[in-house]
Each structure stands twice: as C-alpha cells, then as structure tokens.
C-alpha cells in the first residue's frame, strides 16, 4: 500500500530526513518510535503533503501512484489520513461545515454522490458515538478552545467520518486521560480491517497495549535505525534509547 | 494631463467649478464655505491625514471638473435594489431626488427633500442643519458646504420605532461623461425613537464619478440608529464621505460599512457621544481587489461619563488594492468610567496589496478602560494544510478561512434581512463553494 524509498526531505536548509525506507502493507500496523526531535512528525507532514519541506531524494508511492506528485488535498482523498500531533485551531469554521465539505469532496472524488443534511448528520451521529465525542464540541469552531485531549478526540471522529485507507496518527495517545486513551483506541481499532493500515507515532507502550502493531521502528535522527516486532516497543520502554544510539554511533 | 500640477491647481480648479455650479454670492454660508474651501485647500500629500490618500492626485488625474454634457435616461435601475427586504425607498439619481423611483409608504417616518426643509424653514431641520460637521477645519466638507444641492431630511418623532428600514440609494448614470454629486443629509432621531437607514451606492455608464457627500446625525435621548453603508459599484466611483453623528443620553448607535468594489472611497465617520449611558458599535469589513482605495477615517469622541464603544473593522485585501484605516478614540477630561474599544484585523492576500493602520487613543480622564489592538497577516498556512489535508482543495480551504474572517463582522447585523443579503455578497465575492 505504501512504499517509501531512500527518502530525505529537509525544512529551511536542515535536512531532517536522511534516508527513509518503509513499507507498509493492508491490513498491517506500524509503530514509530524514537527520541524527541528524531523526525517523525516530519515525516508524518511529509506525506501527507507539507508544502514547506522540501523533498531532497527518494520516492513514495501509495497504491502503485507517485505520492510525492499529489497536493494535500489530492493525498486525502486518495486516502491518507493524518492526526495532527498539534491539531490547528480555526477560528470561525464550523467543525460540521467544515466535516462536511470534507467528506463531500472526498465522496466525489471517489465517485459517490455527496451526501445530503440528514445523511450526514446521520453518520455523524453514528461516528460521534464510536468515539465518544461530544455533539456540544462540534457545534463550536474548528478546534478552537479545545483542550489537548478534546483536540486529539477530534482528529479521531474526523478520521472515522473520512475512512482513510492510510491513517497516521502522530502521538494521538499524547494529552488524552487514561479512559479517553481506551476510548480513541477502540474507535481505531474498529475501522481497523485488512484493506487499511495505520501507522503510529508514539512515545509509549501504553498505547500500543490497545492499538497492537505488527512491526515497530525507532526512527533516530531522521533514520529507521532498527525494526522488530511488537516486543521492541517493550524492549524500549525498560531500556529506554541509548543502546540503540550505542548501536547507531558504533554501527 | 500636464507636468506640472499640484494640489493649488486643483483646488483653483474645483473653485471656479462650484461657482459655475451654484450662485455662491446669493447666499453667505456658500460664500464663507468656498473661502474656506480655497484657504484650505485639496489636502496635498504631506496632509498628515492624507499621507497615504493621494485624494489631490487622484482628482486631478480623473477629474476635468468642468460642466459635462447631461445624461441620458438611466434605463432600468431595478437591478441595484436589494432584493427580499421590505423598506421604504428613496432614490437619488446623479444626486438629483428620484419622485418616481421613490416609494414612502411608511406614516411614521418624515421624510422630506433637505434643501426644500430648509428653504421651507422647517423648525427640526434648521434647528440641526450644519451644527454638528467641522465645516470650517476640512476642505471637502467646506467644498460640500459651498456646493449641496439636494439631499434627504429624515425626522423621526419622539417614541416612534420606525419598523420598515429607509433604503437610500444613490445611483450615478455615468454613461455620458463624468458626474460629480454633492448631496447633504440630514437624519433626526426623537427620544426613544428608533430608526435604521441603509445607504447604497451604484452607477451605471463608464465615465468616472466623484461624490462628496455630508450627512448629519442627531440621535437624542434614549433613541436607537442603525446605519448601514454598501459600498459595491463598478471600479469608476470615487468617494468621500463624511457622516457625522451625534449622540444624547443613553443612545444607542449601531454602524455598518461594507466596502466591496469602487476605484477610491474614503470615508469618514464621526461619533460625538455627548451624553451619559451611550453604547455606540462601529463595524467595518472592506474586501478589496484590483486597485481600489479604501480609506477608513474614524472618530469616537467621549466628552461624558459612563458611556461605552467599541469599533471593529476588518479587511481582506487582494492583488494591488490598498487600505486605510485610522480610529481615533478621545476620552475627555470628565468622561469617567468611559470603555472605549477598537480593534481592526487585516488580511493581505499579495506581496501587492497594503494596508497603513493607526489606532490613536487620545486620553485625558484617568478612570477609563481603553484597549486597541490591530493585526496584518497573510493567510494561516497551518491551518490551511490542516484543511487540505482532510481532502478539501485549496481554493475552498482559503474561501472557508476567509470566509469565517469576513463572518466575524457579518454576524453583528442584526437585521436578519440585510445580513442574508451581505453574506451572499460576500460568500460570491469569497467564491463559497461549500
Ligand atoms: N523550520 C525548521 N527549521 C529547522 N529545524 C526544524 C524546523 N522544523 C522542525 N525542525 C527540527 O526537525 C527536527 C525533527 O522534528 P520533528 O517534529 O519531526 O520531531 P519528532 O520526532 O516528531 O519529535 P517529538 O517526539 O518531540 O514530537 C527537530 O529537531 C526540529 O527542531
Ligand atoms: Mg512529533
């Protein structure tokens, strides 16, 4: 589903990226982890379609087209879903207006008609439910006021309205309370199936006892340096970074 | 055009226009205001407040200010009428009152020809006329002054809501060569009165068009005044006005200036708040393109106790338009517990467009609470990835973001009616699509 190849990307003349190679097949999970600053929102951004980086080398494809080629917007509705790790907040744009044009413009582009008032509204509801997200939230502007967990609940609902093929959530665990935490995973795990895949960025295990991966990655200084099974996520959280660094620096 | 021309040459050359317009000998108040038009002169460009309004330049380059031949019939005019909103209507064509495109059905509203009011010597409007304007400190009133010939009386009676808003719509026909309007306005509101005026402005016809208009507001005790100003014609008017408005004890004003397409507004509004409870809300949304001009004088004046204002102007500026906006705000030495508020947020959408803003709060009372604020800024590139990256297109993420910027003045109208009628020029001017 998505193949990425020797990438390297770089943002104001500091390359971040120094070599990425990743493949990630339907039905499968991915966990990244690694040090703060190792470039793994970067390359979240990156593939979702960032503008501001600039891609120096190396190549993406997702379902067989040119990632790389595609604008944002043409990325999403192609299927690729990113949870912000800092979602924005918009002043003035209503959640549902917004939520709205978003999936029509996806509908389209995959050739269903767009839905009408009570359609939507309908599996709003049902995806509202799925998350436990509060309908009270989305009567406000886009993100604005949101605490950090509410924020991060939001991006999960969009994620559900929108059913991505490719989901990368970015710390999605980050700022959410221990049932929240329960609460997002499951709504991840139900639209799990094998025709997508998810792939997340995170510091901790806890996480990855609810969304369990099929194979984790430290990333380090813009770097997959190692790959495993979900056991090295467990390795990490006892043994923390350094060994693999040790590894890296002696490599 | 020659070389050498300054502000002299234009202000000797709008003299000698308004006396072949008007006997200005016949009657001393012309007389005294074309000597202070020609002692002040067409503010040149170091005027401090006109620095960045070449209105010299600007009248010189478009204007011959000689006699031009009259117009034609005007064809329909329907086209200029806000649709779905019942109100009495008033039309002014090239200045001149409209009897037949007119309709007054309304009893509890006054409305009258200000120059036959006067000539008439209606009580109200000789008591008001000319007293609240600065006529002898600015050139283009004391041109305006010297040069009125029509304009609209409107008195509102002690106690009486007038349900229906006035539509007055002041229509250029610019077919035949280029038109010059100088209208005077006059509105009275009557304690506890309540009345809500909508100006607009259109023209037909290619040919440039300068008005200079001079509107007088007197709102007394208790009485409520909801103004509204469109501002959407083609890109060969040009136009200054000044609206004066003068509150009493525990008024209530509500201003909207929607500034859309026009070649170079400048428009000044003025609150003198001479009472005690006042509440005054001045808004203003100028979305600009092309090379318009835009120019947002404002002045609050606090010369009592516990009253409150609040200003908010917002603007979106497109390819190589300009904008200007500047609010003064005065909290005389006796008004206390005054809260006097201004905030004017842009948006440059081009390395072209511009916008000089200047917040000057002159304060001389201790126990105030006063507070400005004013931002620049390109469109947030954060949050427009944000949208695209749920699928929504480029060009529809920066319609939703602006969008939802205009919105903010938009939703303070609050006649359901008009502010239907706004959003839908705005969300075509935006190009909404979703
Ligand atoms: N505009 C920029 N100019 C220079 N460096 C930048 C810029 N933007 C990001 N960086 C740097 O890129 C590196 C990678 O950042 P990134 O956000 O991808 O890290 P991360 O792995 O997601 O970290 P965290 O775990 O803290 O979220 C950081 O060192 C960051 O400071
Ligand atoms: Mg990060």
Redesign the pocket.
Known sequence: MLSIKNLQAK??D?Q?LNGINLEVKAGEVHAIM??????????ASVLAGRE?YEILEGEVTFQGKDLLELSPDERAREGIFLAF?YPVEIPGVSTINFMKTALNQIRTHRGQPALDAVSFLQLMKEKMKLVEIDQSLLNRALNEGFSGGEKKRNEIFQMAMLEPKLAIL??TDSGLDIDALKIVSNGVNKLRSKNNAVIV?T?YQRLLDYIVPDFVHV?YKGKIVKSGTKELALELEAKGYDWIKDEVSVG | MSVLTTDKNITTQIASFIKQKVNVDADPIRKEALEDFERLGIPHAKHEEYKYTPIARVLEKNFSFTPSPASGPIGSIDQFFIKGIDADTIVFIDGVFSKDHSKISSSDVKVLNLKEAIDSKNEIALQHFGKYADFRNDSLSAWNRAAWTEGVFIHVADKVSVAKPVIIYHITNATDGEVTAFNRNLFVVGKSAQVTIIEKYDSTGKANHFSNFVTEVVVNENAGFEHYSIQNDQNNRFQRNLTQIYQKNSSRVNTYTFTLNGKFYRNNLNLILDGEGIESHMYGLYLLNGDTLADNHTVVDHMKPNSFSNELYKGILDDSSKGVFNGKIYVRPQAQKTNAYQNNRNVLLTDTASINTKPQLEIWADDVKCSHGCTTGQIDEEALFYLQSRGINKDTARAMMLYAFAGDVVDHVPNEKMKEYIDALISDRLHKDF
């Open positions: 943002i104001d500091k971040i690694g040090p703060n600053g190792s470039g793994k929102s970067t390359l501001e790790q970015d710390e960025v510091h990333l």
